[in-house]
């Protein structure tokens, strides 16, 4: 008997991701969960304990085999990364202004207990990511003011798909892919679609793969893990995810 467990990500947001591993391939390696989180999790997550982090390291070390990207295709060329800032239109600025002000006066009075308001503030932020994006996310009736995020994207698009390109456009947000792709479709362009909602999965991938579809537009969450599109030489993350460690996989 013995057990591999494959996986891109074998820490994705905590050291306690790796200890749900190992208690498969290799039960008894590490101490059960009271004594790993006691001793092992929270000092390196809470207090960066670099001997604790070595000594986790060395246990594990010959149980563990990595092999990066450079060792498995090193025939890939180098992966170009740009940030690319994008200012508010002047509408779009007001409108985020005002909910700023508005979110900001509103959490400022849940500071005092913000364990127990988490969930309220995390609600905020969220509602201040997507008003980044485009306005009518966060109300239906800031439709026409548009956004320049996507506008930028379009024009972009304009210019690499007659190129023979193809693109991947990433977004955890569905209704801000939904909005993308009213744009793409009024300017002609080509696209497959695939969120958590898609029933055929395959066909929306067939026609990216085939050429069809020169852009796919795609939930990070849906195709973060479980996609290989190599067709695809442009990549475009239109909003962060929470965890930095799904998006690059995802870019990947």
Avoid: C
């Amino acid at each position: 008997g013995w057990r591999v467990a494959v996986t891109g990500t074998p820490v994705e947001n905590s050291v306690s991701d790796l200890w749900s591993i190992l208690q498969v391939t290799d039960p008894g390696l590490l101490p059960g969960w009271k004594t790993f989180n006691d001793k092992v999790r929270r000092p390196i997550e809470t207090h960066g304990d670099e001997a604790v982090l070595g000594r986790l390291r060395r246990l594990t070390a010959p149980f563990v085999l990595r092999r990066t990207k450079e060792q498995v295709a090193p025939e890939l060329p180098d992966k170009t990364e740009s940030v690319v800032e994008v200012a508010l239109g002047e509408e779009h600025r007001r409108i985020y202004d005002q909910y700023l002000t508005r979110e900001r006066s509103r959490l400022l009075g849940l500071l005092d207990d913000l364990q127990a308001n988490r969930m309220v503030v995390l609600s905020s932020i969220t509602r201040l990511r997507q008003l980044a994006l485009d306005p009518a996310l966060v109300d239906p009736a800031y439709s026409s003011v548009g956004s320049a995020k996507v506008e930028f994207l379009a024009d972009q698009l304009d210019q690499v798909v007659p190129a023979g390109h193809q693109a991947l456009v990433f977004s955890q947000f569905t209704s801000f892919l939904a909005r993308i792709r009213g744009v793409l479709e009024r300017r002609g362009i080509d696209i497959a679609y695939l969120d958590g909602a898609t029933r055929d999965r395959e066909g929306a991938i067939e026609d990216f793969r085939s050429g069809r579809a020169r852009v796919f537009l795609v939930s990070l969450k849906a195709g973060g893990t479980g996609l290989t599109l190599t067709e695809a030489d442009y990549v475009y993350v239109m909003d962060p995810w929470w965890n930095p460690a799904a998006e690059a996989q995802a870019v990947d």
